[in-house]
């Protein structure tokens, strides 16, 4: 079965830190674009960062250009997002998946709680 698992998510102050991994159950994720998506209650969900398949290229969105950064380790089935200069409203359920998403490949997602 495949699966993606987020970690790394967590209480943290504004200005804070935070990197969350995304683990893939299989290498066939090393082929494909990957990206970081996040929910906050109320919202829709949305794509925070995407990355290609060789990691060559990446794209974000404009709230949070400057402050995350996407990465991947294809050779641990691994994608990244550190996440600095954190704000309030970056308090989300955070995902990762393919882009495009496939709908059974979303996972259980990790928490990031950004407050004083």
């Known amino acids: 079965q495949v699966q993606l698992v987020e970690s790394g998510g967590g209480l943290v102050q504004p200005g804070g830190s935070l990197r969350l991994s995304c683990a893939a159950s299989?290498?066939?994720?090393?082929?494909?674009?990957m990206g970081w998506y996040r929910q906050a209650p109320g919202k829709e969900r949305e794509l925070v960062a995407g990355i290609s398949s060789g990691g060559g290229t990446t794209t974000y969105v404009d709230s949070v250009k400057g402050r995350f950064t996407i990465s991947r380790d294809n050779a641990k089935n691994t994608v990244y997002l550190q996440m600095n200069s954190l704000k309030p409203e970056d308090t989300a359920v955070y995902y990762c998946?393919?882009?495009?998403?496939?709908?059974?490949?979303w996972g259980q997602g990790t928490q990031v709680t950004v407050s004083s």
């Open positions: 998946n393919t882009r495009p998403v496939r709908s059974d490949y």
């Open positions: 299989t290498s066939i994720f090393s082929i494909k674009p």
